[in-house]
């Protein structure tokens, strides 16, 4: 049976410092038997599956809320229609881990299969804009690859890999749902905190993971203030850059100060007044003590009230050295007598 029981520290593309160096977990061929499957199916024209609690945000079909869609099974008389709708999430080499795709639920069809198109938009990419797309087997290794190519940008390119079964392509090992301990199908197959009491192994594999996702935060933060740096003098080069990280790393100690900028800026830049009377009408806003201005501190809206540039390369003279120039807009007052 699949399990959440997987930590891949290895999918991290930057390297930790040596202060939070831990032993590697080693690769695993993903040949579980009992694992749970997709068939990548190419001539299915949705992606459909039997197996509800693989389900990820599962939402039954209603009569509010119908099927969009009917299938037509081999067998006559089977009930074609989808009872629900979710999301199977399937391994993928990317930033998360996997990808979400769309995923209707069929009891009577016994099998899960996955269209190849819904993996390309769970990609978050077009169809249209995919010029061409191939599934190569590797039989001797008994994998396969599915590699959708893009017809602009290469980097968004879809690949996903997977295994060889009787020469049927089928994905990795599902993820299943993180179930709370309390929901009576949780196993520490299907909830990672009963895994993690269940599997010292694991829980270490999660509190390393954990140290190294903190470290790869603190690395690109140096790295993004040391990139804007560069553009000031040298003399502050050398500065404590992983102190003033470290101090201020945990984003959940935002000061009062600068709460009223935040909320000003995620309900889209509203004025004083909306923002002040926000939590009237929206839950989990919260309710400031006074209407102070935040016009005048948001940069955003600063710069969108600016009506001229500055004045760029017409320059009288060449800085030599940072600071050295300065431009300067003037305006005159004068008073007509006719």
């Not at 049976?1 to 590697?24: C, F, G, K, Y």
Request: proline fraction near 7%.
């Amino acid at each position: 049976m699949s399990s959440i029981n997987a930590v891949d520290i290895h999918r991290l593309s930057w390297s930790p410092a040596a202060d939070v160096q831990v032993e590697t977990v080693p690769d695993h061929l993903d040949d579980d038997p009992d694992a749970i499957r997709a068939q990548v199916n190419t001539a299915a024209r949705v992606s459909y599956t039997d197996q509800l609690h693989m389900l990820h945000g599962y939402r039954d079909f209603t009569r509010s809320f119908p099927s969009p869609i009917k299938l037509m099974p081999a067998t006559v008389g089977s009930d074609a229609v989808p009872k629900g709708v979710g999301y199977l999430h399937v391994p993928a080499k990317n930033a998360k881990g996997f990808c979400s795709v769309q995923t209707f639920y069929t009891p009577y069809l016994r099998t899960t299969a996955i269209d190849q198109r819904d993996l390309v938009k769970a990609s978050n990419v077009r169809v249209k804009d995919i010029e061409s797309d191939s599934i190569t087997k590797h039989k001797d290794a008994g994998t396969f690859t599915y590699h959708a190519n893009h017809r602009m940008n290469s980097s968004k390119d879809v690949i996903i890999h997977g295994i060889l079964i009787d020469d049927i392509c089928y994905t990795g090992a599902l993820i299943p749902p993180d179930l709370d301990p309390s929901d009576p199908k949780a196993t520490p197959a299907t909830s990672s905190l009963l895994a993690i009491e269940s599997n010292p192994e694991f829980a270490e594999q999660c509190r390393k993971a954990t140290i190294l996702a903190i470290h790869g935060y603190h690395e690109a933060a140096e790295t993004q203030l040391h990139e804007e740096m560069t553009k000031l003098p040298t003399q502050f080069h050398s500065l404590p850059f992983h102190e003033y990280i470290q101090s201020n790393a945990p984003v959940s100690t935002i000061k009062a100060a600068t709460e009223r900028l935040l909320w000003h800026q995620r309900l889209g830049h509203p004025s004083d007044y909306y923002l002040f009377n926000a939590h009237r009408h929206a839950d989990g806003v919260p309710r400031f003590a006074h209407m102070d201005r935040v016009l005048d501190i948001c940069p955003t809206c600063i710069r969108s009230k600016q009506t001229k540039n500055a004045a760029g390369g017409n320059t009288t003279r060449t800085a030599e050295q940072p600071y050295q120039g300065l431009s300067i807009d003037f305006s005159f007052s004068v008073r007509l007598q006719i």
